[in-house]
């Protein structure tokens, strides 16, 4: 059996961190678990992810951007997260279907309805068991990810941390809604509360969802 965690949130809400924490968690368990990432995880989606993150693509329209971002799902899914999910183990994903709806939907303001049917085309119906949505103000996370970006010299990644701090705030809004509708699946955590607290939640939940479905441990 397999599980399939996502973890979504606006920028500097802390992902990243809380994934590999996660991970070193599992692992000392001995839980085998594949990190990844959208747009990423695999060499065509890590192609597009440069061209979608590049700030000097400040012209890209926002249909052109939602188009990239489903065709490298399309290729994540493909060569990564289905054959995962045939094999024994915990797949860690930073950021999938949500994170189109919050930025895409809400964010760019598409049409929400068909953002829906192109994510269930890209991700060929694959649903996360749990979703963790780290939620922090707008101004809080922008302003930590531009700190990291720089501290990191990812400045190369930034077009949208670039954008307004409206649309940030319309991504959030986005992200809530999206949890408010699912709260089975998407657990919103607030990140204000420091680091250590936030994973003890994320660990509690990952706990039970592993004893639940009575998880047995073999590699993938």
Not at 158 to 165: D, G, N
């Amino acid at each position: 059996m397999s599980l399939f965690i996502t973890f979504e949130g606006v920028e500097g809400s802390g992902k990243t961190s809380q994934i590999q924490r996660l991970k070193k968690y599992l692992t000392q368990k001995g839980i085998p678990c594949k990190v990844t990432r959208e747009p990423g995880g695999c060499p065509i989606g890590e192609k597009v992810r440069k061209i979608l993150l590049d700030p000097d693509h400040r012209e890209m329209v926002p249909a052109t951007e939602l188009f990239l971002y489903e065709a490298a799902r399309a290729q994540h899914v493909k060569e990564v997260l289905k054959p995962l999910l045939k094999k024994r183990g915990i797949i860690l994903c930073d950021r999938f279907c949500d994170a189109t709806l919050a930025y895409q939907g809400y964010g760019r303001r598409l049409d929400l309805k068909w953002i829906d049917r192109l994510n269930r085309l890209s991700s060929q119906g694959i649903k996360p068991d749990v979703t963790f949505l780290l939620d922090c103000p707008s101004v809080v996370g922008l302003n930590r990810a531009l700190q990291r970006n720089r501290t990191l010299k990812q400045e190369r990644e930034e077009r949208f941390e670039r954008e307004e701090i409206q649309f940030h705030r319309r991504v959030r809004k986005g992200y809530l809604a999206i949890a408010r509708k699912e709260p089975h699946r998407v657990k919103v955590i607030d990140t204000r509360e420091g680091e250590e607290k936030v994973f003890e939640k994320i660990r509690k939940i990952v706990d039970n969802l592993i004893e639940r479905k009575q998880f047995g441990v073999r590699s993938i």
